[in-house]
């Protein structure tokens, strides 16, 4: 089993910007999708970003295109999200997940960090 903890979160004037992180540890990372999903209350978790192993797929929610970028250090077991521009509909907790296979459906995920808060105030 893969344990992920994520940080960054916090608050952050609309405008803003933010880097969350994403630290796995346990079986191997290197293979493995790395994905991105958030969840603000009263709402369903959505998909936000993904990225493959060999950095060679790389997926955006339609909401974040253009301000969101994912990346990750194989090397050191970690995915980022860089998050600019933010608004106050990105307000959610977001969490990392893992799974072998190319997916950005959350059902389809199979290891998930604990959640950090973002907050964007207007």
């Known amino acids: 089993q893969v344990q992920l903890v994520e940080s960054g979160g916090g608050l952050v004037q609309a405008g803003g910007s933010l880097r969350l992180s994403c630290a796995a540890s346990g079986r191997i990372f290197s293979r493995h999708v790395m994905g991105w999903f958030r969840q603000a209350p009263g709402k369903e978790r959505e998909f936000v970003a993904a990225?493959?192993?060999?950095?060679?797929?790389?997926a955006y929610a339609d909401s974040v295109k253009g301000r969101f970028t994912i990346s990750r250090d194989n090397a050191q077991n970690t995915v980022y999200l860089q998050m600019n521009s933010l608004k106050p509909e990105d307000t959610a907790v977001y969490y990392c997940a893992r799974r072998y296979d190319w997916s950005t459906r959350s059902s389809e995920y199979e290891d998930w960090g604990q959640g950090t808060q973002v907050t964007v105030s207007s």
């Open positions: 990225i493959s192993w060999s950095v060679s797929t790389i």
